[in-house]
């Protein structure tokens, strides 16, 4: 059932090369209740394993089908990290939806208690300090399984240095169901 939003998630990258709407969006409400409730997701694009593209929302905002049809499109044609998807890649395209769960703030004492708290493989990581923010989903502990690999470069990628945990930021953690192609 879930795999409707690879679908969705498809169709509206689709809808961008072809010009003309590919998704009637109360039809699929109506078949698929579910994509009414508000949820936030990412929309991850790979080709050939690699990361292609990888946008979303970290707290919902909008109706489940908005929010994957919003971000799939800002994945394939407005990640910053990439230029415009193209419709030679459209085809070797393999799409991942993540729905997210709400954010919980995580409280820690220091370094030692967030890597006794922090769940591996489980846990999407939002880290937060000063005006600086940046997240990982739960599914970047395969790529960086280690606890100071994973956060050093959350904090990289947050425009922090590697080592910011230090400094004691505010951690929130969530959850992602994931349904890939």
Known sequence: MKNILLKIARASIL??????????KEELIKEYPFLSEERATFVTLKIDGNLRGCIGSILPRMSLIDDVI???KQAAFADPRFIPLTPEEYEKIKLEVSILTIPEKLEYEDEKDLKRKIRPKVDGVILSLADK?????????????????????????????GDCIKYHPLIYTYQAEIIEE
Not at 15 to 24: R, V
Not at 140 to 158: R, S
Request: aromatic share 16%.
């Open 15 to 24: 809808e961008e090369f072809e010009g003309k709407k590919l998704i009637n």
């Open 70 to 72: 919003y971000n799939a």
């Open 133 to 161: 923010q940046a997240t990982f989903l739960p599914s970047v502990w395969d790529e960086l399984p280690i606890f100071e690999l994973f956060f050093g470069h959350l904090c990289m990628k947050a425009g922090m240095n």
